[in-house]
Nanobody
Framework: QVQLVESGGGLVQPGGSLRLSCVAS????????MAWYRQAPGKQRELVAS???????NYLNSVKGRFTISRDTAKSTVYLQMNSLKPEDTAVYSC????????WGQGTQVTVSS
């Protein structure tokens, strides 16, 4: 059974940092397209950051230079380091693993507010 479990969300002040973790079980993350999406209330879900099986990363324009996606295959974990957070980064962040099949985690809330 495949599971993706996110953690690391919370309340942070503008300019602060958080690191999200996505622990995968039942798959090898190094052969999957791994990504972080987010969805804010009343808005469409958007792709924030991704990493391919070959290690190529891609980012939403609004987070470039602030967010970094990485993976630790030994720990079967994908991370999203988020720095210089802004109120507009507030959303539920979800991890996904995709090949011909796709899996999603339950999401973790990130709130950026003073």
């Amino acid at each position: 059974q495949v599971q993706l479990v996110e953690s690391g969300g919370g309340l942070v002040q503008p300019g602060g940092s958080l690191r999200l973790s996505c622990v995968a079980s039942g798959i090898s993350i190094n052969i999957y397209f791994m990504a972080w999406y987010r969805q804010a209330p009343g808005k469409q879900r958007e792709l924030v950051a991704s990493i391919t099986s070959s290690g190529i990363t891609n980012y939403l324009n609004s987070v470039k230079g602030r967010f970094t996606i990485s993976r630790d295959t030994a720990k079967s974990t994908v991370y999203l380091q988020m720095n210089s957070l802004k109120p507009e980064d507030t959303a539920v962040y979800s991890c996904t693993a995709q090949r011909w099949d796709s899996y999603w985690g339950q999401g973790t809330q990130v709130t950026v507010s003073s």
